[in-house]
Every structure is written in C-alpha cells, then in structure tokens.
C-alpha cells in the first residue's frame, strides 16, 4: 500500500469555524403546530412543569420538544409539602430559585421584565426549555415564533435581536427581550400594539438563546392585562394548574417556530496527487499472478487507475478516516489531482 505524508503548512487549513442553523423539532423541522403532553388527561400530572411533546401519548415515536411551567418566587400557584414544611417548599418557588440561581449576577434576587408601574411584575414567570439535545449549541435568535390564544385574537411572539443584535450580557449568557412580532419570511419584524418593552405589568419577557430558555412575564399574559388568554391564579398554598393554562394557549396558538444554531470547527487535508503517484493497483485483474506483467498492454509505460475513495491514517498507519469521491477519479502520467478532504467535528 502506498502512502503519502501531508505538509502541515501547505496541506491541511485548522480551525476553519462556520455557524450553521437548522429546526430545532423532531428530524429537524422549523415548525412545530401540534403538541401534546405525556398523558390523556393533562389533570393527571399535578407539577409545576410539563413535557410536550410532538405526537399523542398511545404514539411510541413520540419524543419530547420542550418543557414549560410556572414559578413564582413566594411559591404561590403550588402545593406546599405537609409532611415537613409548607413553606419554602413548594415546587414553584423552588423553580423560581433555580431559573435565579442559573440565569442571574449573584445577589439578584429578582428578574426584570421592565414593569413601569406595577411592583410585582418581576414576582412570577411562565418558562419554556427547550431540549438540550434537541437545541445543541443554542437556539438561533431571531429565528423562533410563539403563538399564543389571545383573549381578542393571537399574540405572535419572537425576540428584539433584529433591533438590538447583540443583546445584553449576563450570567446566563445573552439576553434578548420577548416581544410582539413576527418572522414572516424569516425576516422578523416587530409589530404590534404589543411590540413595546414596557407596560404597566412590564415587558412579554426575557429569552436566553445560550440556555435555551424563554420567560415569560405571566402578568402580561395574564386575561386582565389584555394580552393572552390565561388567567394566572396565586394560591397561597394550593394547586393552581398554571402550566396547563399556558400549554392550552399555546395548543390554541398552533405555532411554534424556532432554529437551533451550532458553530463547527472543520479542518481541510489537500490530497496531492501527482502524475506518478498511485499509478498502480494491488487488485488482482490489474497484473498476473505468474510474473507480475501488466494485464492490459496499453498500461504499458501508461498505467492507469481510478481513484474511488481517500483514506487517511496517523503515524502509525492506522486508518482514522474514509473519504469517497462521488464517481471514480482518472489517474494516469499525464494527469495530476488535488482531492480536498473536509472533516467537520
């Protein structure tokens, strides 16, 4: 076998970096316009969080999209545990705590959903996680729509990087505000009576694409705010079945959209071949067994083969990698060839 050693500085480009979006659903797709929850009767599941999923819970393909809920930093919407303490132990605030602890500067008590005049906007949220293998890297700003059943008609909801590209910075990575819009076209533009940051019960939210997470200002979705069609109920000690008001509004909506987005490295090996290189061939129809001679008279003094498939190997001629072209490559004296091989991790 005849092998040929690279030239690291002419032969293989490192570290060649392309981001690349795709949907971020099952088998990739981009829209997402039924949903579905583990069981028949959405009663049945009694937490603050549900997993939705794409097909209905007899199917055994189904798999799971995302996760929604509800959290509320003085536990109000859930049931306290009787066995040990009914406070600081109920499921919402412990939610709330945990989407603090993940998202927020330390000593931040409290998100910011930019409320103007009314003091508790910041108290409570509706959460959308998405799968974190199904977002690899990050879900893809400015490429995710979420319809809600409004109480007068729908809320389309997207996020403000289209006007504010970069975000803000913070413990949980970039933040983008949620807002009124669309992506009609893939082009997302904000509209809307809704499209403003700010309102007496503050902003539609926060989405954090390095997290895969999108909050929700449940006062603003809240029936009396006149945006979706949830009303929010803040038990002090009982269970409120707040998610299923926001999966209802969502199902009602029928459309989710949403891209993930992923950077991949990618290294290039130019596989020189010159014109008296890998001329000739192991395989046996290509010379006799008897004395070695050429089975075709015209490879005499012009042998030629055909290059199918590159392989490439370490230093110790293991074989790391197979490349293969898509139709067989002419080689002969008279003809050289560069095989580009890119290897994408």
């Not at 945990?98 to 931040?108: D, I, V």
Request: net charge neutral.
């Amino acid at each position: 076998m005849s092998f040929q050693r690279f030239n690291r500085a002419e032969d293989i480009i490192e570290n060649q970096r392309t981001k690349v979006t795709s949907g971020l659903w099952t088998g990739g797709g981009t829209d997402l316009a039924t949903f579905f929850t583990a069981s028949a009767t959405i009663g049945e599941q009694t937490g603050s969080f549900l997993d939705i999923y794409n097909k209905t819970h007899t199917d055994a393909t189904r798999e799971v999209q995302f996760s929604l809920g509800y959290a509320n930093i003085n536990g109000a919407g859930s049931q306290g545990n009787s066995t040990k303490s009914t406070l600081g132990r109920r499921q919402s605030r412990a939610l709330y705590g945990q989407f603090r602890n993940l998202l927020l500067a330390p000593n931040t008590d409290e998100f910011d959903f930019g409320q103007a005049t009314y003091t508790e906007a910041n108290e409570d949220f509706y959460f959308i996680s998405f799968q974190r293998a199904r977002m690899r890297e990050k879900v893809n700003p400015g490429n995710w729509e979420l319809h809600l059943d409004g109480a007068a008609n729908k809320i389309r909801l997207i996020d403000d990087s289209v006007a504010n590209p970069t975000g803000n910075t913070g413990q949980g990575g970039r933040v983008f505000n949620v807002i009124s819009g669309s992506i009609a076209d893939r082009t997302p533009t904000i509209s809307g009576a809704h499209a403003a940051l700010t309102t007496a019960t503050g902003s539609f939210g926060l989405f954090y694409p390095d997290m895969g997470v999108i909050l929700l200002n449940a006062k603003r979705l809240d029936a009396g705010g006149g945006a979706a069609d949830i009303t929010t109920a803040r038990s002090a000690d009982a269970f409120d079945d707040n998610p299923r008001k926001l999966f209802n509004s969502i199902k009602e909506g029928a459309n989710f959209t949403a891209r993930r987005e992923e950077e991949i490295s990618s290294t290039s090996f130019f596989c020189r071949v010159n014109n008296k290189r890998f001329n000739f061939s192991s395989n046996p129809t290509f010379a006799t067994s008897s004395d070695g001679s050429l089975t075709q008279a015209t490879f005499f003094k012009d042998p030629q083969t055909f290059i199918t498939q590159v392989g490439l190997y370490n230093d110790t001629n293991e074989l790391l990698a197979v490349a293969k072209l898509s139709k067989p490559l002419l080689n002969s004296y008279s003809r050289e060839a560069i095989i580009k091989v890119k290897l994408d991790f």
